[in-house]
């Protein structure tokens, strides 16, 4: 099975918005991002638009050669603009203004219809969703009934252990435990969140993860080794 490479440029956005002009441009990365043999591009438009903002996914969407993955909240408003500019796929990540980051997976239990309503929206549009769930044998079959046919596993807890030398196995074998339940059931399984190349190799020992999205890492090792050269050495990782 061909592992693919989604890359998050959100970044790239905030490095552009910090001068409050055009350069570096997004989509422009976008593209080398893909000639270098990335597999999709993934922007996460969050409520404050604090890095992609609203004409980046408009001018990212009018090209339809680029496989768009867009992160949205659980937000009607945002449901209207994806089905606006119907990227190819899409995933549901929980957002909380004042975060870093994105600091976990979806709360399914608490917001389990709103959830259902709107994987119902992006299923009758033929819009793979993907649900960010944290690696948690509830969250999966909950994610099973509420409809999805896809999951991304938030791998941030792994990747903080991995990077600071404790020891990871027991979360490893967590996430290997709910990949393959995943699988049994008939999810396609990703993972995403704080990886490296060390945590990358890692993770890429789970066989049935078929999807890898990474971000923060790949654009800042791009500063000083340029993003082909950066993206093709996770290729290699992968495959």
């Known amino acids: 099975m061909k592992k693919r490479l989604g890359v998050n440029i959100d970044h790239v956005a905030t490095l552009r918005n910090a001068r409050g002009e055009k350069h570096p441009d997004p989509y422009t990365v976008a593209l080398e ?21 609203d004409i980046d996914l408009k ?36 957002e909380k203004r004042d975060e870093i980051t994105t600091e976990g997976g979806l709360n399914l239990k608490k917001n389990r219809n ?27 079959k909950l994610s099973k ?11 941030g807890k792994i990747s903080n252990q ?13 996430i290997k435990k709910c990949v393959s339940y995943a699988k049994n059931i008939g999810l396609e399984v990703h993972a995403g969140h704080g990886m490296d190349y060390k945590t990358t190799k890692i993770l890429n020992k789970i066989k049935q993860i ?6 923060h890492f790949i ?14 050495k996770f290729i290699n990782i992968l495959r």
């Open 33 to 53: 991002v893909l000639k270098s043999g990335a597999d999709s591009i993934t922007v996460h438009l969050r409520e404050d638009r604090r890095h992609i903002k």
């Open 59 to 94: 001018i990212l969407s009018s090209n339809k050669i680029i496989p768009i993955n867009l992160e949205i909240a659980s937000d009607s408003t945002m449901v209207k603009i994806a089905l606006k500019y119907k990227p190819s796929f899409i995933c549901l990540v929980p």
């Open 114 to 140: 709103k959830i259902k309503k709107i994987l119902d929206v992006f299923n009758r549009n033929n819009i793979r969703t993907s649900l960010f769930i944290n690696p948690s044998m509830q969250d999966i």
């Open 145 to 155: 009934i509420l409809g999805s046919k896809c999951i991304e596993i938030h791998t």
């Open 162 to 174: 991995i990077k600071q030398n404790k020891n990871y196995l027991k979360e490893f074998n967590k």
């Open 210 to 215: 078929e999807e890898f999205n990474i971000g």
């Open 219 to 232: 654009i800042g090792e791009s500063v000083s080794h340029g993003i082909s050269k950066v993206v093709k």
